[in-house]
């Protein structure tokens, strides 16, 4: 799932006023973005040569031969509100014994954008699609990402199908893949959707207007918390993080929208999980070695324990999900305004996932966050290049063909996409960052509430209650640790570098 937003908090005039001679704010982050990529050894324009080819693509992948024609399924999309490359429809059939038949389709980005290429080129240089306030950044050409190989709405596409029936309590009873031809009936949005489901907004239009659909998506949400429920009581951790996403006025920053989770995201969230993992499993039972995703146990272990020891909570001494979910669940209940500190303090005590090499007898290390032993990123071929080469090995094995891709490549570019996600992450952030000291830059000297995120000999950070911003605690952090709140008052911000500066007032 890419960014989401849910409400802006405005700031005045001051955020209206171009930087530095740019012609608007939205350029202004545009430029930063630009240079930070570049720095990061990330490359922001398709060089000629991908754009030649693209040129030559004349419409959207015909089916292939044997492709099963499911264009008469309840499909749907449910993504940001602004979204336009749709890499993935789903939708549920009820069974006898209580059992449910969930189906997710994948876009077959591959058909058009074929090994070797420039196309692919291009996209195995970045290896991800990269969001920032002032421009988008995409992994394939919007021609194609947005269009071609996109599951557009009222549209005909081929698609890998990830075909999963569930039991009653969310247990996987079976699955299969196969490609097919599929038909995009509503393009949906998060917002929308997860107010409906929660009894808090109307219905969608294209869900009312579309017969049996909203019985369907309802029939999903009831599969989807299933499985969260399951994944949870296996030890997936609860994690929340603000992370505020720029919002505009035309092309002047008016404030920042904050994230939340509702129904809809979970869905989709639990459904390419499982799919993710369905992935994984069927290339390990062909002997098809693959790239997992892996969050690998906490080495840090140690001091998540001293953490939860804080909070009057006893963890055991070595890593043990399932008691750190419950050490978190009532965390959440007590406290839910700090909590998505205390997750972000976790997360950075478990570390980041990365991609690794699955080969055929060897043994995963899992997803330590997810709860999972078996997980490949492989449902967002749009906008990751992992889950285009995970989609090349399926397209393989599915034919019986030779596989595009050796075991030492598969090395190689386990490590490359983990660097490469890496930089784009830190371009991303390093961009929020600069919205933000673009946000306050005219409140010098005003005075916030905030929170304590961070205490150590590197420094002291603090995150601002409104807007939601974190900056560094100059003077005044002596004593303080995390969680502890305290008045901050703005002393210095720096637009290009992302700096926001406070001290204690």
């Known amino acids: 799932m890419k960014p989401t937003g849910s409400h802006s908090l405005p700031h005045g005039d001051a955020a209206r006023r171009p930087f530095h001679g740019q012609s608007s704010d939205r350029a202004a982050l545009a430029a930063v973005a630009r240079s930070a990529m570049i720095e990061k050894g990330l490359e922001p ?88 306030p002032g421009m988008i950044f995409p992994m394939l050409p919007l021609e194609l990402s947005t269009n071609l190989t996109s599951l557009n709405e009222d549209e005909d596409r081929i698609a890998i199908v990830i075909d999963m029936v569930f039991e009653g309590d969310g247990a996987l009873a079976g699955s299969d893949i196969y490609r097919a031809r599929v038909r995009n009936r509503a393009k949906l949005a998060y917002h929308a959707v997860g107010a409906w489901l929660a009894g808090q907004g109307a219905a969608p239009g294209r869900v009312t207007g579309t017969p049996g659909l909203a019985e369907n998506l309802r029939l999903q949400d009831t599969v989807a918390q299933r499985l969260a429920g399951l994944r949870h009581s296996h030890g997936a951790l609860s994690l929340e993080a603000i992370e505020p996403q720029a919002a505009f006025n035309g092309d002047a920053l008016a404030g920042l929208d904050v994230d939340a989770k509702n129904r809809a995201t979970q869905l989709i969230e639990d459904f390419m999980i499982a799919a993710n993992g369905v992935i994984a499993v069927y290339l390990k039972s062909k002997k098809c070695p693959s790239l997992r995703r892996v969050l690998r146990s906490p080495e840090r272990w140690a001091r998540i324990v001293d953490l939860a020891t804080g909070y009057g909570c006893k963890l055991p001494g070595l890593p043990d999900a399932v008691a750190l979910e419950g050490f978190l669940d009532t965390r959440k209940k007590a406290d839910p305004e700090k909590f998505p500190d205390l997750s972000l303090a976790v997360v950075k005590l478990i570390g980041r996932g990365e991609y690794a090499l699955d080969s055929p007898g060897g043994i995963s290390p899992g997803h330590f966050g997810l709860a999972v032993e078996d997980y ?82 590197k420094g002291t950070w603090v995150r601002i209650l409104n807007p939601p911003v974190e900056g560094r605690l100059e003077r005044g952090f002596e004593g303080l640790k995390v969680g502890d709140r305290a008045r901050v008052k703005l002393i210095h911000t720096d637009f290009e570098r992302g700096f926001i500066d406070f001290a204690r007032a």
């Open 376 to 457: 490949t990123h492989s449902t967002a071929p749009n906008r990751r290049f992992p889950d285009l080469i995970t989609q090349r090995l399926v397209k393989a094995v599915l034919a019986g063909a030779a596989l595009p891709y050796t075991t030492s490549e598969l090395i190689e570019l386990a490590q490359h996409c983990t660097e490469r996600e890496d930089a784009a992450s830190k371009v991303e952030r390093q961009v929020r960052k600069s919205a933000a000291a673009l946000l306050l830059r005219d409140r010098i000297g005003e005075g916030f509430d905030g929170i304590v995120t961070g205490a150590s000999a």
């Open 45 to 132: 324009d398709f060089p000629p040569a991908a754009r030649t080819e693209l040129a030559a693509i004349r419409g959207p992948a015909a089916a292939p031969e044997g492709a099963c024609d499911m264009r008469d399924r309840l499909w749907a999309s449910i993504d940001n509100d602004d979204s336009r490359d749709l890499d993935q429809l789903s939708v549920a059939e009820a069974l006898p014994d209580g059992r449910t038949r969930i189906l997710v389709a994948v876009a077959d980005v591959d058909a058009l954008v074929r090994k070797g290429s420039a196309l692919d080129a291009h996209a195995a240089r970045n290896t991800t699609s990269i969001y920032t």
